[in-house]
């Protein structure tokens, strides 16, 4: 009877010694598995927010690209219709998917080879300008001032852009050029604060690397339509 008393005694033992054993392995199990599970929330986490980052872009891409734009006014070349500072909503849809731009639009466009480094990449430079000048339209220079000439009414219109430099070249300017008829494709776009804005009349001058003359229907990014801040000046654009 001992004996059997004692071997029993001993499995007890033995099995209170694995169980012991068992739970001091459980918990350190239970902490390995609980950091995977941390790393892996972690990482998760991060790739999800690494998706919506470009679902988010490409959206943003899409909208401005197809639909509309809200840009800035950086300067007074557009004065005193539109003023620095001021937040434009420009409809990019509506001059996208039309066949031509109408005259006295206010447009934000691109000029030739001009563009706005960031970070060391590339980007085209936005300006606001008016169109003055659609095609089939002549444009010349006379005595230093340009022209826009087109049918309106059955007449025939003359409209001096800047008719305050022939005050200066009486004599014939060395930058005055033949009338140039615009082609199907080609715009002329110039600021309304004429004598302070760098726009489509700097053309066959004598700072060729300064041109920009007509521009095309592609280079007009979108068409201005509303003034939307600061709120005190909402307002149309035209």
């Known amino acids: 009877m001992n004996d059997i008393e004692e071997l029993e005694s001993d499995n007890m ?32 986490e991060i790739r999800e927010w690494v ?12 909208i401005q690209t197809f639909f509309f734009r809200i840009i800035r006014v950086d300067g007074i070349s557009m004065e005193t219709t539109l003023h620095d500072g001021e937040r434009l909503y420009v409809d990019v849809m509506g001059v996208k998917f039309a066949d031509a731009v109408p005259r006295n639009s206010i447009v934000i466009c691109n000029y030739p080879n ?6 060391g990449i590339k980007f085209k430079t936005f300006f606001v300008k008016r169109v003055v000048a659609v095609p089939g339209d002549q444009v010349y220079r ?10 309106q009414d059955g007449e025939t219109v003359d409209v001096a852009l800047d008719e305050r430099y022939g005050m200066y070249y009486i004599n014939g300017s060395p930058d005055d050029y033949e009338p140039y008829t615009l082609g199907e494709d080609e715009y002329f776009c110039v600021g309304d604060n004429r004598y302070n804005s760098h726009d489509s009349r700097d053309w066959n001058d004598s700072e060729p690397d300064r ?13 201005v339509r509303e003034v939307i801040w600061p709120l005190s000046s909402i307002r149309a654009a035209n």
């Open 51 to 62: 998706v919506a980052l470009g679902v988010a872009l490409i959206v943003v891409f899409v």
């Open 114 to 119: 001009r563009y706005t480094p960031v970070l």
């Open 211 to 223: 041109d920009v003359g007509p521009i095309s229907k592609d280079m007009i990014v979108g068409r």
């Open 13 to 44: 033992d033995e099995n209170r010694i694995e169980q012991e054993n068992l739970a001091q392995e459980a918990p350190a199990k239970g902490r390995k598995g609980g950091k995977e599970k941390k790393k892996k929330d972690l990482k998760t």
């Open 142 to 151: 006379e005595n230093g001032v340009t022209h826009v000439v087109y049918a």
